[in-house]
């Protein structure tokens, strides 16, 4: 093992970190090459700089003036060099701003810097390949997107075992399930994602069941198991109803047990509608870890973000800050929340509208962009007829459940969407 490495899982020793660290995340350290010989020369070369390998014409990078000509708003020093490591230092701190007023029970406590990452996608991938061996169990919701398979089941060889997400009455969501398999997960450690609002289903847990969702965590935390708990927050702040749990569940995990690291994997790409941008963010919190330590297991993700992509898109940091500073910024996201809202409100009443219908059954959904049926016949036969008969695009979950982004679809058009859903799965199914 690298002498760094060595150091910094020292530096670890007593955390919950050591205990969940995989062998990769134990071995993985930031070197002090050439990224961190450019850092120091960033304070100390006042007289000439060699150090990083891109093209410089006097204080800006050489650029093309073809490639430039279309940015606005931007210097060719916030489009054209590469970006830091862990990302721009600026956007990190304005999203922890924006995180803890979005998120008030994170109000003062202790958790790491948000890391730059290409893309929600990229963080997930980061979090396995510093957490899960080949074997480990991976807890995933029976509603779950699908990429979770070929990151943590291919790619780790984790094994991924689901819990029923549901209740069986359908009311809610299945806490029991998720204490029964923590319970069940062999070994000292448990691995679980949990995506609110979630894809495919478009649930977000009610205030109660988050916190009996915490309190159960903490109760598995306090007989000794280690727990890694992942947030994936995609669809974070889509919450159309009241009652609704509206903080990650990231604010109450952060700092509540020295056996719980929380682990939040947030971006712009759905929050702030830029899906082609590929910024996402990775975010730290256990309960007792010290800023050096938060150092420590940053450097380890940063040397896995730097062993895979090296750094995250420059121009796409630079332009994303620039909005989240926009003194419109809050207007437009809320303009965006009610057009989205509309869209959610129009979608209940029309399902209301078929609510004896007897082939397609909604699942509950409260939040973010989809939702689901759960189908009377086979569900991948009704979105290829569908596609077929009527041209209509959907995705099936399985064999079970049919997903509609309603999110993706104007309001005007929402009402001949799901009046040939129903249509199609009758013809199939009655
Ligand atoms: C639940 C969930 N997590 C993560 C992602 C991926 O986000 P990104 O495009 O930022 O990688 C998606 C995208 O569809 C998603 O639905």
């Not at 800050?321 to 009443?349: C, N, P, W």
């Not at 995705?395 to 049919?402: E, W």
Request: aromatic fraction near 10%; glycine fraction near 8%; charge should be negative.
């Amino acid at each position: 093992m690298h002498a760094i490495a060595k150091e910094l899982n020292a530096q670890l020793e007593g955390t919950v970190v050591m205990d969940l660290l995989s062998d990769f995340g134990k071995r993985i350290y930031f070197p002090r090459g050439i990224i961190s010989q450019s850092m120091e020369a960033k304070g100390k070369a006042y007289r000439l700089t060699a150090t990083v390998g891109i093209a410089m014409k006097g204080t800006e990078p050489l650029y093309l003036p073809s490639i430039y000509r279309d940015f606005s708003g931007v210097s060719p020093s916030e489009v054209f060099p590469y970006a830091s490591t862990a990302g721009d230092a600026k956007l990190r701190s304005v999203w922890k701003q924006e995180m803890i007023r979005k998120n008030p029970d994170l109000e003062g406590a202790d958790i790491s810097s948000p890391m730059v990452c290409s893309g929600l996608t990229h963080g997930i991938c980061i979090t396995g390949d510093m957490f899960l061996d080949p074997g480990d169990v991976i807890l995933v919701p029976d509603m779950f997107w699908g990429n979770y398979r070929l990151i943590f089941e291919e790619r780790r060889q984790a094994a991924l075992t689901t819990f029923r997400f549901y209740t069986p009455e359908k009311d809610g969501m299945d806490i029991q399930a998720l204490d029964d398999a923590i319970a069940k997960t062999p070994g000292p450690k448990a691995a679980v994602i949990l995506n609110f609002p979630n894809n495919p289903s478009g649930y977000s847990p009610t205030e109660e069941e988050a916190e009996q969702l915490v309190q159960m965590l903490v109760s598995h935390a306090q007989k000794g198991k280690k727990l890694l708990v992942i947030m994936d927050d995609a669809y974070f702040g889509l919450f159309y109803e009241p009652g609704t749990y509206t903080q990650s569940l990231f604010a109450p995990l952060a700092n509540i047990h020295e056996n719980i690291l929380a682990v939040k994997v947030d971006g712009a790409t759905k929050e702030e509608l830029v899906w082609g941008f590929r910024i996402g963010f990775l975010t730290f919190g256990c309960k007792g870890m010290t800023a050096p330590q938060y150092d420590a297991l940053q450097k380890k993700a940063m040397g896995t973000l730097r062993s895979s992509i090296s750094n995250s898109s420059r121009p796409a940091q630079s332009l994303l800050l620039k909005g989240l500073e926009s003194k419109t910024y809050h207007q437009e996201k809320q303009a965006a929340f009610d057009l989205l809202k509309e869209r959610y409100d129009k979608v209940k009443e029309i399902l209301n509208a078929h609510r004896n219908d007897e082939n397609l059954l909604p699942l509950p959904f409260n939040s973010g962009y989809f939702m689901s049926f759960a189908c009377r016949g086979d569900a991948e036969k009704l979105r290829v007829y569908l596609l077929d008969a009527y041209g209509v695009g959907t995705i099936a979950i399985g064999s079970d459940y049919l997903r509609i982004a309603f999110s993706s679809v104007d309001l005007e058009q929402l009402e001949e969407l799901y009046t040939l859903i129903y249509q199609a799965a009758g013809e199939l199914w009655s």
